[in-house]
Every structure is written in C-alpha cells, then in structure tokens.
T-cell receptor
Framework: AQSVSQHNHHVILSEAASLELGCNYSYGGTVNLFWYVQYPGQHLQLLLKYFSGDPLVKGIKGFEAEFIKSKFSFNLRKPSVQWSDTAEYFCAVNSNNNAGNMLTFGGGTRLMVKP | ETGVTQSPTHLIKTRGQQVTLRCSSQSGHNTVSWYQQALGQGPQFIFQYYREEENGRGNFPPRFSGLQFPNYSSELNVNALELDDSALYLC???????????????FGPGTRLTVL
C-alpha cells in the first residue's frame, strides 16, 4: 500500500523567510504528485502538480516543488513567505492501483507566518 | 465554469442514525471521489465513482455506500453512524479517460458531520 509522510507537522516562520516542506512517499510504480493548500475557512486548493517531464514544477503564488525519484521525495519550496501563506499544506500521491485513481494524502503541515 | 459544490455544509446526527451527503461535480468532469478528513489529519480515500459505478474503494466498511447519477453528481450514504464518523467529508471531481492514472482532482468545501 502506498503512503505519504510529511515530517513537519507545524512550522512557524517570519515573513520573508524561506520555506521548505518535506514530503516522502512509498510506492514503486508510476505516480502523480500533488501539493494542496487549505487556507483558514476555505476548501482544499491545488497548489501544484507533477505528472511527468521537468522534475522542478512551479505552482501558484510563487511555490515550487522538486520531484526526486531516487529519494521518493516531492518537497515544496518558496523563497520568501508572506503572512497570507498561513495555511495547512498537504502532499498527495495518485496511482492507478486496484483502489481506483485514489489520492493518498500525508498528514499535513500547518504553516504559520508571523507578520 | 462552476466548481464542486457540496450540501449540506454542516450536519449533526446521533449514533445509529443514517446520513446522506451530496456533491455536484465541476462541469466537464465525469468522476467523483469521496474522502473523510478527521480533525488534524489528512483526507482519507473512501471510494470513487465513474460512469455511475464504484471504481475503487479505500479501507472503509460497507456501511459507507454511494451513488453517482447520470449528470455525474453523487451521494455518500453512511448507515449506523458511529462517534468516530465525525469528520469533514470531502468530495472531489475529475476527468477520467481511458485506463491510466487519473487527472487532477478538484475539491469541494466539504460537509462537516458531527455524530453525538
């Protein structure tokens, strides 16, 4: 069974600090990788995704993520965070296994950015 | 283009009761997936519906069941509610073509279910 680990459960940063959130997955087959964000009081929104091609993907609001196949990792980065980035971030993996095209999510990282 | 919508927003039930949650998929999408998000955790896959049939199921008991209608909207039914069923239930829609890994799933705002 596939699984996703997000090692940082809570992160507190000051504005303009750099951000890196870790995500590791366990699955040997072909996968799609996603980062979703949940702002306070809002629904899950897609931040960025990797299906194939360039392993460095750029998403909305200045976020990017790098897929490193050998490390089974898909870490999220942003060079300079803003107060408005305060949210919960979820890494997810999608594979077409016997359970259909299910998304397996990590436990989430709650980011607080201090103004 | 309308996004994924869910109803109701909040629901309070007592143990043993039954509940039905509803989801309208985003226009152009033909697949609906349901997830349960317990407090402080990531969403967990319940099941997926494609062409009105269950297309995959996570580790949830049979008292969790669903339907998909010809217009691609969907229902999640939970029988014999338990206290642990209290959670945010998320619906996601996507476009699924032929066999292969599915496309991006877009989420609705969720239904917050409280079981007393």
């Amino acid at each position: 069974a596939q699984s996703v680990s997000q090692h940082n459960h809570h992160v507190i940063l000051s504005e303009a600090a750099s951000l890196e959130l870790g995500c590791n997955y366990s699955y040997g087959g072909t996968v799609n990788l996603f980062w979703y964000v949940q702002y306070p009081g809002q629904h899950l929104q897609l931040l960025l995704k990797y299906f194939s091609g360039d392993p460095l993907v750029k998403g909305i609001k200045g976020f990017e993520a790098e897929f490193i196949k050998s490390k089974f990792s898909f870490n999220l980065r942003k060079p300079s965070v803003q107060w408005s980035d305060t949210a919960e971030y979820f890494c997810a993996v999608n594979s077409n296994n016997n359970a259909g095209n299910m998304l397996t999510f990590g436990g989430g990282t709650r980011l607080m950015v201090k103004p | 283009e309308t996004g994924v919508t869910q109803s109701p927003t909040h629901l309070i039930k007592t143990r043993g009761q039954q509940v039905t949650l509803r989801c309208s998929s985003q226009s152009g999408h033909n697949t609906v997936s349901w997830y349960q998000q317990a407090l402080g955790q990531g969403p967990q896959f319940i099941f997926q519906y494609y062409r009105e049939e269950e297309n995959g199921r996570g580790n949830f008991p049979p008292r969790f069941s669903g339907l998909q209608f010809p217009n691609y909207s969907s229902e999640l039914n939970v029988n014999a509610l338990e206290l642990d069923d209290s959670a945010l239930y998320l619906c996601a829609s996507s476009w699924e073509g032929l066999a292969g890994i599915g496309d991006t799933q877009y989420f609705g705002p969720g239904t917050r279910l409280t079981v007393l």
